[in-house]
């Protein structure tokens, strides 16, 4: 049990780990890049495609933008 509670535990510690995150966006034929920094994968991804959740609705903002 105590195998299963710390594999659980170092899972949990690497989803949320917070590192550099590169945000490219497609306009027109050209793309734009900049870097999130010290932020978690969703967060990143959140600040990329400026989604916004409030509750359990999401509302969705660029789709021309993907985290990298």
């Known amino acids: ?10 899972i949990l510690a690497l ?3 917070k590192k550099d ?5 497609q306009y027109s034929g050209e793309s734009d890049s900049y870097v999130i920094t010290n932020r978690t994968k969703k967060d990143a991804k959140a600040m990329c495609t400026g989604s916004v959740s409030v ?3 999401t509302v969705a903002g660029d789709k021309n933008c993907s985290l990298n």
């Open 1 to 10: 049990m105590k195998k299963v509670l710390f594999a659980g535990l170092a």
């Open 15 to 17: 989803a949320s780990c």
């Open 21 to 25: 995150w590169t945000c490219t966006c």
């Open 55 to 57: 509750g359990l609705i």
